[in-house]
């Protein structure tokens, strides 16, 4: 015959033969195992929210990537017949070994590049990936680059300098306005950047 009694003021059935200390034992197991289920859960829902605040505060703590991209074009003038031939800006500078020839930022490039570069084609654009913030000059472009600029010459294969009695000048702009910092320039995002070796007067 199965008996009824009340534990903690539960009906707890007895079963025949059954006495209470196992029925205790019983009703102290199911609460253990209740109690385990409750401690896992808490403990999975604190790694959970664990691993997203680590996640979020050690994002600040890795380098961040600074990028910028600017444009440069040269103009060289010729005074005999006052034509202009525009100066290609080739690609893979900072990518190709041929076009990389100042190696003392290597250490701040991504992705096995300098940290200032151009692409495989001829537009001028250049670009500024960096594994840490740099402020970097446009003559750190041209001494990667394998050329020289400074205030009164530019050599892009070959050397042109302002120079009185032919009247021509090097000029320097960017977004428009002439400034006289030229290879000290440094970079701002989305600069446009124009050389000007023209006949003046």
Request: charged letters at 10%; a neutral charge.
């Amino acid at each position: 015959m199965v008996g009824s009694i009340r534990i903690n003021d539960a009906p707890t059935q007895l079963f025949p033969g059954e006495t209470l200390l196992p029925v205790a034992k019983r009703q102290i197991r199911r609460r253990l195992g209740s109690r385990i289920i409750a401690v896992a859960i808490v403990l999975a829902t604190l790694s959970i929210v664990g691993g997203i605040m680590f996640y979020v505060y050690s994002a600040d703590l890795t380098p961040r990537v600074y990028q910028s991209v600017f444009h440069l074009s040269i103009t060289i003038g010729n005074p005999n017949n006052n034509q202009n031939m525009s100066v290609m800006i080739p690609g893979g500078i900072g990518v190709q070994p041929a076009y990389w020839n100042y190696h003392a930022l290597d250490q701040y490039g991504i992705n096995g590049r300098a940290p200032i570069y151009t692409l495989e084609d001829n537009s001028g654009i250049v670009r500024i990936q960096s594994n840490n913030f740099y402020n970097y000059t446009l003559g750190d472009f041209f001494q990667i680059w394998g050329r020289s600029l400074n205030s009164t010459c530019i050599n892009v294969g070959q050397w042109y300098c302002s120079n009185s009695q032919t009247g021509m000048f090097l000029g320097f702009f960017v977004n428009g306005q002439q400034r006289s910092d030229y290879e000290n320039h440094i970079i701002l995002y989305q600069d446009i950047i124009k050389i000007d070796y023209q006949q003046i007067g």
